[in-house]
T-cell receptor
Framework: KAGVTQTPRYLIKTRGQQVTLSCSPI?????VSWYQQTPGQGLQFLFE???????NKGNFPGRFSGRQFSNSRSEMNVSTLELGDSALYLC?????????????FGPGTRLTVL | GQNIDQPTEMTATEGAIVQINCTYQ??????LFWYQQHAGEAPTFLSY????GLEEKGRFSSFLSRSKGYSYLLLKELQMKDSASYLC????????????FGAGTRLAVHP
């Protein structure tokens, strides 16, 4: 079974631009969560999508948004990039049903904002 | 809200046993997770506890005390490849698959 894939793996943008990151979950998994990882703040939850609906959101500004498609693939978008948005963005997939405990992480997209 | 504390760094010797502690304060709790993350790689799932007690999985064990807000990860027969960061995470009640992570403990295993 293929794992979680994320594209692109590396991205360099400048302040003010916007960026879209993509995540394809494990086949059959319906829940996709997004996390931001930085050396200073660690892993922080951004949002979770299940069956095309956002069902949980972390404490990030509205510049961070996401969506999920009918095939469970998910995208997140960051608009008006700031230097502090430089981070590793990880997505994790689970089957999505309650009681399923293991989240499988993708390799991440490393975003650098100049 | 949630507050999760774990030591920043630990060192240990190959073949030894190491215990990584995690304390948490939470307004609602629905399970505690341990993840391993090697430098430059994605976190990988190690263990899950929701009831008090010890869960054993090969060389790794995890313990939870809900009344004390305390967990530990025990690594036995340490190998060099166990050098990694170990992340403690809490799933809040009603949070679906949302995880609140601690800052992680960087473990260095020496020969």
């Amino acid at each position: 079974k293929a794992g979680v894939t994320q594209t692109p793996r590396y991205l360099i943008k400048t302040r003010g631009q916007q960026v879209t990151l993509s995540c394809s979950p494990i086949s059959g998994h319906r829940s996709v969560s997004w996390y931001q990882q930085t050396p200073g703040q660690g892993l922080q939850f951004l949002f979770e999508y299940f069956s095309e609906t956002q069902r949980n959101k972390g404490n990030f500004p509205g510049r961070f948004s996401g969506r999920q498609f009918s095939n469970s693939r998910s995208e997140m978008n960051v608009s008006t990039l700031e230097l502090g948005d430089s981070a590793l963005y990880l997505c994790a997939s689970t089957p999505g049903l309650s009681g399923n405990n293991e989240q499988f992480f993708g390799p991440g997209t490393r975003l650098t904002v100049l | 809200g949630q507050n999760i504390d774990q030591p920043t760094e630990m060192t240990a010797t190959e073949g030894a046993i190491v215990q990584i502690n995690c304390t948490y304060q939470t307004s609602g709790f629905n399970g505690l997770f341990w993840y391993q993350q090697h430098a430059g790689e994605a976190p990988t799932f190690l263990s899950y506890n929701v009831l008090d007690g010890l869960e054993e999985k090969g060389r790794f064990s995890s313990f939870l005390s809900r009344s004390k807000g305390y967990s530990y990860l025990l690594l036995k027969e340490l190998q060099m490849k166990d050098s990694a960061s170990y992340l403690c995470a809490v799933r809040p009640l009603g949070g679906y698959n949302k995880l609140i992570f601690g800052a992680g403990t960087r473990l260095a295993v020496h020969p």
